[in-house]
C-alpha cells in the first residue's frame, strides 16, 4: 500500500507511518509538499478546507496512492474559548471517499489569539505570537507547555483511530 502525506514535516509523516504499521511492511509512507490555499493559521472551517485542498494538490500530482492523509491544525471557537486541535483527513483514490476526524483539543488565551489576528492569520500563527510573548517554549510544539503532552502525542492518537476506522472497515 502507497500512502502519501500532505506534508514533509517529519511529525506528520511518522505519525501517518506509525498509525499503518499494523499493516506490517507492504506500507511505503511519503511525504510530499502540499499547498493548503489557507493562511498560517487557519481559523474554523478553514482548518478543513486547509485539509482538503493538501490531499487536491497531491492527488493532481502524484499516481498510484491508495490513500492521501492530510494533518492540519487550527484554531476553532467553543464555549467562548479559543481551542487548537488538528483536523485529519485520509483520502482514499480508489474509491473516491473520505475520512475525517479531529484531535483532542488545548485552549489559546484570547489574548494571543487577538494579538495573531490583529498581525494577520494569513502571516502567522497564534503558537508563534505566544512564543514571541514567552508563554511557550516552542511555536510548532504549544501543546507541551500548555498541557504537558506533545502536539505529536494529540496527532498521533487521532491518526491511529482514524487509520483503524478506515482500514478495519
Known amino acids: 500500500m502507497k500512502i502519501g502525506v500532505t506534508s514533509e514535516n517529519k511529525l506528520k509523516v511518522d505519525a501517518v507511518k506509525k ?12 511525504g510530499y509538499k502540499a499547498d493548503s490555499g489557507v493562511g498560517e ?19 493532481s500530482r502524484v499516481k498510484g496512492l ?3 492523509v492530510s494533518i492540519e491544525n487550527g484554531i476553532f ?5 479559543w481551542l487548537d486541535k488538528a483536523v ?7 474509491k473516491d471517499s473520505e475520512h475525517v476526524a479531529y484531535s483532542d483539543s488545548i485552549i489559546f488565551p484570547d489574548e494571543y489569539v487577538e494579538k495573531a ?16 510573548e514567552g508563554y ?18 494529540y496527532i ?9 476506522q478506515v482500514e478495519k472497515a
Open 77 to 81: 471557537r467553543e464555549d467562548e474559548k
Open 19 to 30: 498509525a499503518y504499521s499494523f499493516l506490517g511492511s507492504s506500507v511505503e509512507v511519503i
Open 117 to 132: 489576528r490583529q498581525l494577520g492569520f494569513d502571516k502567522i500563527t497564534v503558537a508563534k505570537v505566544m512564543a514571541d
Open 66 to 68: 491508495h490513500r492521501i
Open 136 to 153: 511557550v517554549t516552542n511555536p510548532k510544539d504549544p501543546h507541551l507547555t500548555i498541557a504537558g503532552v506533545s502536539r505529536q502525542v
Open 156 to 164: 498521533e492518537k487521532t491518526v491511529q483511530k482514524l487509520v483503524e
Open 88 to 94: 485529519i483527513v485520509i483520502y482514499d483514490p480508489t
Open 41 to 59: 493559521q487557519p481559523v474554523e472551517q478553514q482548518t478543513l478546507e486547509g485539509a482538503k485542498n493538501r490531499i487536491s494538490d497531491v492527488n
